[in-house]
């Protein structure tokens, strides 16, 4: 996967998250749920595009890794807004799949960055 296929895919999951938290009842523990899966899930994005100026290749595993921490937060408040019954499991899991995948792509980059650094 290129840079810029990320870069976007990142963002389209940005959004989906955004779409979600417009989406939820006005419940407190809807609402307090929902912005912790805002912050989160908006951030992955962000932190994906900072690794791309990156000085170093340290620098850029660094990176990588923290969109990955913040990508597995999302995936939290995800399971528990499926377990509360705030929303059904069939709203989630299209979001929660997304979310795996990219938890999986970004971690062969890191592998392989750490990798091709080393031989």
């Not at 976007?8 to 955004?18: G, N, Q, W, Y």
């Not at 419940?27 to 899930?41: N, P």
């Amino acid at each position: 996967m290129k840079p810029e296929d990320l870069k976007e895919r990142t963002k389209s999951f940005a959004l989906r998250v955004i779409k979600l938290y417009i989406a939820l009842p006005q419940s407190v523990e809807a609402q307090v749920l929902g912005k912790q899966i805002l912050r989160s899930g908006t951030s992955v994005g962000a932190q994906y595009r900072e690794a791309q100026p990156a000085k170093s290749t340290a620098d850029f595993i660094s990176k990588v890794e923290g969109a990955l921490q913040e990508l597995d937060e999302p995936s939290y408040w995800l399971e528990l807004l499926e377990e509360s019954g705030i929303l059904a499991a069939e709203r989630l899991s299209p979001l929660r799949a997304e979310a795996e995948e990219l938890t999986k792509i970004l971690v062969t980059i890191a592998k392989h960055t750490k990798q091709n650094r080393r031989g």
